[in-house]
């Protein structure tokens, strides 16, 4: 005789209860939008692109300011004196400026969303089944 999916044999004994427990993960999630908009900050990719197009750019300079220095030198009928120190000055005064700029902290924080879940625990009791 089957009662309750439960073989005759079981009546009487013993039967553990079933316990399932699921987790689910925790999420977080963070915006730093305003963040970047208060200090004035461009995002990584077009930050990334302004820096390559502005190494381009300085490179070709550079490579102009070596060859008005390589005119210079090579002009020995213009008859300018000291020609290598004034290069040299030049030089250092090109490389030896130098700007700072002091950033104070943004007036607004990063977003930050973090949510976590309980577990989810459902338990079967089973017991002792009667005969």
Known sequence: MRAMGIDSSAWGK???AELTVRLRPAELTTDWTSVYNDLDLKRPQSLMKDLEQE???K???NIAIKAQEGDRMANLAAGEKN????????RYMRSGQKEVTVEALPSQGV?????IYPPEIHVD??????R
């Open 14 to 16: 013993y039967i553990p």
């Open 55 to 57: 190494a381009r750019s």
């Open 59 to 61: 490179g070709l300079e």
């Open 83 to 90: 020609v290598f120190g004034a290069i040299a000055h030049s």
């Open 111 to 115: 977003y930050i969303d973090f949510r």
């Open 125 to 130: 009791p089973k017991g002792v089944l009667p």
